[in-house]
Antibody, heavy 122, light 104 residues
Framework: QVTLRESGPALVKPTQTLTLTCTFS??????????VSWIRQPPGKALEWLAL???????YYSTSLKTRLTISKDTSKNQVVLTMTNMDPVDTATYYC??????????????WGQGTLVTVSS | EIVLTQSPGTLSLSPGERATLSCRAS???????LAWYQQKPGQAPRLLIY???SRATGIPDRFSGSGSGTDFTLTISRLEPEDFAVYYC?????FGGGTKVEIK
């Protein structure tokens, strides 16, 4: 059974750095073809993909946010960590981690965590 | 970068009716790359359809996907009460803006 769970602060101040952890089970990030993504959703708005890390430790970032994002993994702990610097109120959103599988040279977000709401406010 | 435009923004239907949701890409995409997700209030999205027309594990057969090139469709043949939700299409790392299916 595949499960993912996001953890991190519910409230951050503007200009601070956000650190989120995704803890997963039911699959291994050392298995070829396995990846984990971070995706966010501002209240009442659409989904926005942020970053992905794959089994080979290759990392991919949203073009518009890449200067602020860092993704990393700890395979032994089954965890993926996302950091986002210089947080702003517009970054207020629910942040999801999702298992990402490769299907025909594309990515599928086939299992999702429940999400964690992060509010940016002073 | 490909843009996905979903229409309509909101679809008001009654249980038992047929729902037809559209996803249009700004340039041609491989059918293999098009997926659909369902999101209910307060929940994470759930994968429904991948490869434009293949149902994910456990998805009822009233859900079907079709299309090619720039135009893709998600059809719900007969709406059940649990189908009222927001639906997103996805290609690679891009999501559409979503279609809300609400009870009329």
């Amino acid at each position: 059974q595949v499960t993912l769970r996001e953890s991190g602060p519910a409230l951050v101040k503007p200009t601070q750095t956000l650190t989120l952890t995704c803890t997963f089970s039911g699959f291994s990030l050392s298995t070829s073809g396995m990846c984990v993504s971070w995706i966010r959703q501002p209240p009442g708005k659409a989904l926005e993909w942020l970053a992905l890390i794959d089994w080979d430790d290759d990392k991919y970032y949203s073009t518009s946010l890449k200067t602020r994002l860092t993704i990393s993994k700890d395979t032994s702990k089954n965890q993926v960590v996302l950091t986002m610097t210089n947080m702003d109120p517009v970054d207020t959103a629910t942040y999801y981690c999702a298992r990402t599988s490769i299907y025909s040279s594309s990515w599928l977000f086939d299992y999702w965590g429940q999400g964690t709401l992060v509010t940016v406010s002073s | 970068e490909i843009v996905l435009t979903q229409s309509p923004g909101t679809l008001s239907l009654s249980p038992g009716e047929r729902a037809t949701l559209s996803c249009r890409a700004s340039q041609s995409v491989s059918s293999s790359y098009l997926a659909w997700y369902q999101q209910k209030p307060g929940q994470a999205p759930r994968l429904l359809i991948y490869g434009a027309s293949s149902r994910a594990t456990g998805i009822p057969d009233r859900f079907s996907g079709s299309g090619s090139g720039t135009d893709f469709t998600l059809t719900i043949s007969r709406l059940e009460p649990e189908d009222f939700a927001v639906y997103y299409c996805q290609q690679s790392v891009t999501f559409g803006g979503g279609t809300k299916v609400e009870i009329k």
